[in-house]
């Protein structure tokens, strides 16, 4: 039996003919591939400017400063994301704020985070946790009340859109993420989607600070890093982009599939729950189900492995963790995120997969559960 991992990059034969093209060409850092890939993902957010870097984590660091966070500053986010999301705002010397997930949607419950600002607070840091895009209109209307900046972590969700617009064209800052497991890849790396003005301060912070002035002038005027994207991963994306339509429009596919071929009514009877059935904005990064509390998940996870089907944790909650412990937080703070942590598995969902594949994991997750049920 094939083992059926819970993702897997989809990279065609011309990409890998181009990353070989590039390799033979000499120049093989940041160059004229990247610029042209800036310009087609700028095409893409419609006309909005772009900056790529070597990771969607220093996408994020690198929004929190050009938006003047820093010292003493405050960041409502979420405490279900992988950890990147907060690590930045510690980074920048700032601190988080944890506000809890509305249980359906598993995103930043927004009805929330007004009571959880103070006067430090400067900005609101939302994460489209599986592509399911937040609440765009609820989010930007309580910032422009509170006067505060947005960085989006839409690491999760290139492809998806609100209310009939991309995810990243219009906004504030809006951060993505292709790493290797992301709905487009450049193997490692991301890209910020930013307001015009921020584009020179930002490439000068993704390479160590430097201006250039002609043949012979530059300048450090700022404290930046080594965060530039290859042209190497550049074209990568270059062969990805296209095909990014196709992927979104396949992985709705095979969630519909998913939800036309579990029983329902047996998972809600098991404690089961299913992500929200979204086929027009979410790209559906990944299909999750939450176990009941009385189900140990590595058991679980245990058994669809042995039948030949991976899964994965996506995430445990931020709060929990010995970082975050020792800085005063308590993940029983946050009951929501915390049940949906300690209970979330990720199932398999990548463009390559077919209808029968689903219908495999399917097949392979109501016997676990049933034979679980039955143990109890």
């Known amino acids: 039996m094939n083992f059926l991992p819970f993702t897997r990059p989809t990279i065609d034969e011309d990409t890998i003919t181009g990353v070989v093209e590039v390799l033979r060409s000499g120049w093989i850092t940041s160059g ?3 610029l042209e890939f800036e310009q087609r ?9 772009v900056r790529c870097f070597n990771s969607g984590t220093c996408t994020l660091e690198i929004a ?8 003493g500053d405050e960041v409502i986010t979420t405490p279900l994301s992988w950890v990147a999301t907060s690590n930045v705002i510690l980074a920048v010397g700032a601190r988080p704020v944890f506000v809890d997930v509305d249980p359906e949607t598993r995103n930043l419950d927004l009805r929330w985070v007004s009571a959880a600002m103070t006067a430090r ?3 609101i840091m939302p994460v489209d946790l599986a592509g399911l895009p937040v609440d765009r209109d609820a989010l930007y209307q309580l910032v422009k009340q509170h006067q505060l900046r947005v960085i989006e972590d839409a690491a999760q969700s290139l492809g998806s859109s609100w209310r009939g617009q991309r995810i990243g064209a219009c906004g504030d800052f809006v951060s993505f993420s292709f790493h290797a497991n992301k709905n487009l890849t450049t193997i490692e790396g991301g890209c910020l989607v930013m307001p015009e003005q921020y584009a020179p301060l930002a490439e000068k912070m993704r390479l160590q600070g430097v201006s250039r002035h002609g043949m012979d002038g530059m300048e450090v005027d700022v404290l930046g890093g080594k965060f530039n994207l290859s042209d190497v991963a550049a074209r990568v994306g270059l062969g990805q982009l296209p095909h990014l339509e196709a992927f979104t429009q396949r992985r709705r596919e095979l969630a519909q599939h998913y939800f036309t071929c579990f029983d329902r009514a047996k998972l809600e009877s098991w404690g089961v729950t299913l992500p929200v059935r979204d086929f027009a904005q979410s790209n559906w990064h990944m299909f999750q189900i939450v176990l009941p509390p009385t189900l140990v998940r ?13 899964t994965g944790v996506h995430y445990p909650a931020i709060p929990g963790f010995a970082l975050y412990r020792a800085r005063g937080y308590r993940v029983q703070d946050y009951p929501v995120a915390q049940r949906i942590a300690q209970s979330i598995v990720t199932l398999p969902l990548f463009p390559t997969m077919q209808h029968t594949d689903v219908e495999r994991v399917v097949a392979t997750t109501m016997k676990t559960l049933q034979y679980s049920a039955q143990s109890l």
Do not use: C, N
């Not at 590595?298 to 991976?310: L, Y």
């Open 32 to 34: 004229p591939k990247l």
């Open 41 to 49: 993902l700028s095409d893409y957010f419609s006309g909005r400017t």
């Open 64 to 71: 929190l400063r050009l938006a003047g966070i820093g010292a």
């Open 121 to 123: 607070t400067k900005a």
């Open 298 to 310: 590595a058991t679980f996870m245990q058994a669809m492995k042995e039948q030949g089907i991976g």
